[in-house]
Every structure is written in C-alpha cells, then in structure tokens.
C-alpha cells in the first residue's frame, strides 16, 4: 500500500484558474514537505511544515499556500496559475526534520 | 552558488560494470540522502548516509562530512538500474537542497 499518496496523478488547468494539489501521509511522520521540480532543473524546496506548523517558505509567490487540516495532510493550494507553474510537485514527509525524508509519487501540473 | 555539485553529469556503463558517483557540497550537511528518479518520475530514497559508510544491497555511500562530500558505489550495474541519482544535503533541518543528478544509462 502507498504511504504517501499525492492525488491527482496528472492535472490540466488554464491560466488564471486555482487548484489544489492532495497530499496524504500514512507513515506517522511529523513533518511534511512540498517540493517543486520543472523540466531540466533540480528539484526545489518549497514549504516545509512541523505539527501543522510553517517551519519555512521558500517560494516566493503568494500564489502557493500550503493547507494542513491534519497531522498527515498537507495540501497545496495554487491560485492565478501560469504556463510557468508547470511542474511535478512531490510531497514529502519525516519523522522529524533531522530525519530522512520520503517522497510521494508527485503530481504533474500542466498550466495552458 | 549551487549547494550541490554532483559528477558526473552522465555515466553509460555496461551491465555487470561498477559506478562510482559524486557529491560535493558548500554547507554543512545534517543530513545527506541519495535518491534514485525513475525515468517516470517517481523518487526513492536509497540511502541516508550524513557521515560514514553504508550499504545496502549493491549500493555502498561514503560521506566524508568535513570534506564535504559523499560518494555511491553501485556494483555489478543491472539495465534496471537506468535512471537518475540524486544527491540531496539538508543544511538546516527545514528543507533539502538537491544536485543536478547523474544520468546513468546500463546497457545490456
């Protein structure tokens, strides 16, 4: 069985539209990560959060609002999306921030 | 500047050789993981190795922490081996700053 599941598999959305990206833990870990990766470049950092808390924002636009209903949860909320929001976006989590990290399978945002 | 710097930047090997591949960093590391990106996408995590030597199966990682630097040793290379490895350092406990990747290909 998954242990973190990331939902939708694959998105399509216009410019100007909002979505939000699921992201669900099943491994008891504390801390959760979003994480961005575009066509040939590396993976970057985005949120980081700790017991539902925002332990760090790496992304610059306020477009991007991580949402966490619950401890295993964290979602991501995009708003006003362009072309160069495409993107995979992986969610990770931790048992704690000095611990290892694990990764969702990632969701795949294609923006018209 | 980049926090990571991975080498090389591709490898083609055939089946049955070693690799060996690089990982340099400019910050502290707290933590140090070595991923495997599936030509699909998905992330593994293979390794977390911050200081010392591990292995697992095929794979050894040594990461000396004052030189900076990390290495994966994967032995008698499999086609099924085929993909992206990537190097990522955790400086500050929040987050993870990943390299560029080595792209190996193992031919049959």
């Known amino acids: 069985d998954p242990k973190i599941i990331q939902k939708p598999k694959y998105l399509v959305a216009v410019t100007g539209s909002e979505k939000i990206l699921i992201c669900e833990q099943y491994l008891g870990h504390n801390a959760m990560y979003w994480y961005r990766q575009s066509a040939k470049k590396p993976l970057e950092f985005m949120f980081s959060?700790?017991?539902?808390?925002?332990?760090d924002n790496q992304t610059a636009s306020s477009r991007f609002q991580p949402q966490s209903s619950k401890k295993n949860h964290l979602d991501l909320q995009i708003t006003a999306l362009k072309p160069d929001d495409s993107a995979t976006y992986f969610c990770?989590?931790?048992?704690?921030?000095?611990?290892?990290?694990?990764f969702g399978p990632g969701t795949r945002l294609t923006v018209l | 500047g980049q926090q990571v710097q991975q080498s090389p930047a591709s490898l083609v090997l055939q089946e049955g050789e070693n690799a060996e591949l690089q990982c340099n960093f400019s910050s502290t590391a707290t933590q140090l993981q070595w991923f495997y990106q599936s030509p699909g996408g998905s992330l593994v995590s293979l390794l977390s190795n911050p200081s010392g030597t591990k292995h697992t199966g095929r794979l050894t990682s040594t990461t000396v922490t004052k030189e900076r630097r990390s290495s994966l040793h994967i032995s008698s290379s499999q086609t099924t081996d085929s993909g992206t490895y990537l190097c990522a350092i955790d400086p500050s406990n929040n987050r993870i700053f990943f390299g560029d990747g080595t792209q190996l290909v193992v031919k049959p």
């Open positions: 959060y700790s017991y539902q808390k925002l332990m």
């Open positions: 990770a989590s931790s048992q704690g921030t000095f611990y290892e990290q694990y």
